[in-house]
């Protein structure tokens, strides 16, 4: 069987390990932001451009057709009966990414599906890990029945709707089949209930965090589960201290 390692974001793609065989997509989302809405997968695609390109002036919308489109095409088109292997951590922003894929898949094709979580320190991040210790990971991958894949495209489904009722039920699923996602349903409580912004305020508050930069670093320390990248949290931080 050939085998197919979807990443989430460029940082792993270039340092993925050489020794490790496969074709290799990159997820270039940020699908814990904005409108998720959409008919068909046109809508869809054409909503997420258009949101990404008002709300971040880099890399805009011609990236989102060059470079991320692409991508999700590839991955509704995996060839029958690979090996499909997730690299996501256990932070928000990767898992809402994570079931975004595994929602394009078509589990009709006979392809075997893994997930590749790093470990407690580095749950929430690839980025700590040796060559060796990402090969390992790979190797030791946790194997996704058809009932969880089933479970997970539910839940991607339900976090489009805001269902999160559902949500939490089919994330407390998931949360029991992989124990490294044990914190998955707290964490979407936090998230829901917008728990993130107020812990801005409270650093953006601090006299000692006196600009953006010292703000993220503290933010991103303390609350590592929610994954967020420096242009997302730039776009809270603003909203924040415009309203100041």
Known sequence: MSSVHILNGDALLERFPEEISGDLLVCRECLIDGPLQGRNPETFFANRMAYLDVSYDDPGGAFYLEAVLPQFELMMNIPEQSKVYFWFEADL????????????????SGCEYYLVLPLEPHQYGFSGLK?????????????ISALLMASIQELWKAARKADKKKVNTLATMLSIAIPGLKDLPSFLQQFYEEHYLEVLERLIADPALNDFPSVFRA???????????????????DQLTHQS
């Open 131 to 143: 060559n060796s210790e990402l090969e390992s990971l790979q190797q030791n991958a946790i194997p």
């Open 93 to 108: 922003f990767c898992q809402f990414n994570f079931w975004f894929c595994a929602s394009l898949m078509d589990t009709s």
């Open 219 to 237: 933010f991103m320390q303390q609350e590592p589960q929610y994954g967020f990248g420096d242009l997302l949290l730039k776009r809270y931080y």
